[in-house]
């Protein structure tokens, strides 16, 4: 698929398992970012582009000044993190993992040609050897596109499959169990799921210590129902979460919210 340009850095896209989409580039400019922001993780990768679209976005963003020396310093100390040539950074970091290997090695590419390269870290990694690896980090945002067929027949292509599938490969569940242990106090988990995983997806954070705050509901047209949902929890509960919905297309043509959304991003809007 050539390379897929956005108004502020440009995504290689032919790699990676899973290519440039809208649920992931939706996830990118919709999820909760916040200035004090240290540590975020996106988890499957990719190709980059909901990494880069935080990175963008948090740019915009000074770190507080009277935040604490020990959350504005990167604890990546590992061996891991000097062949990347980051060990001790003040400032953000953003790592963005993956299990395929070509995806992660695309991701950094892609990173490396982009504006904000000193905040991002790509790593070929399943999320349990990135957890061994990097276990003194906790984080203030997780985010993830994470696979999401679970009964369906799988695809040809292994790497394909496993991009797409839960039973190949990485799930909700299995994120949301890192995030009850790796997240930081005040911390948040970002996920874009199909809409009617929505009630198995908060029981299950739930189970975890983890609540709703915020909830997205996007539908491609008015008339239908919502197809997709970008689900943001907290380890504070929440007596009325946040609700907002979204509609992509409407007779045939963007929605304003949409552009809006979208304005600094795509070269369209």
């Not at 299950?204 to 997709?228: C, D, E, W």
């Not at 409407?250 to 070269?267: Q, R, V, W």
Request: a negative charge.
């Amino acid at each position: 698929m050539g390379v897929f340009r956005f108004k502020k850095f440009s995504v290689e896209n032919d790699r990676s398992a899973m290519k440039v989409n809208t649920d992931g580039v939706l996830l990118g400019a919709t999820m909760t970012l916040n200035p004090s922001d240290i540590n975020l993780l996106d988890i499957g990768t990719g190709t980059g582009t909901i990494a880069l679209m935080a990175a963008q976005r948090l740019s915009d963003m000074d770190v507080p000044s009277d935040l604490p020396v020990e959350r504005s310093i990167s604890l990546n100390l590992s061996e891991a993190g000097r062949k990347v040539g980051r060990n001790v950074m003040v400032g953000r970091s953003i790592y963005a993992i993956d299990i395929d290997e070509a995806s992660a090695d695309e991701a950094g590419k892609n990173f490396e040609g982009s504006p904000w390269s000193d905040l991002l870290q790509a790593h070929h990694a399943s999320l349990d050897e990135f957890s061994e690896t990097f276990k003194d980090i906790r984080f203030d945002l997780i985010f993830s596109n994470p696979p999401y067929f679970e009964d369906s027949l799988t695809a040809p292509d292994k790497r394909k499959s496993t991009a797409r599938h839960t039973s190949d490969g990485l799930s909700y569940r299995d994120i949301l169990d890192f995030a009850s242990k790796n997240l930081a106090d005040d911390g948040r988990v970002s996920l874009v799921l199909p809409a009617e995983q929505e009630h198995d997806l908060c029981r299950y954070a739930r189970m975890n210590g983890l609540h709703i705050f915020r909830l997205v509901y996007v539908r491609t047209v008015p008339r239908k129902q919502p197809s997709r949902i970008i689900a943001e929890f907290s380890r504070s509960r929440c007596d009325a979460p946040c609700t907002v919905d979204l509609t992509i297309q409407n007779e045939g043509k963007y929605t304003s919210e949409y552009l809006s959304l979208m304005h600094e991003f795509y070269l369209f809007a």
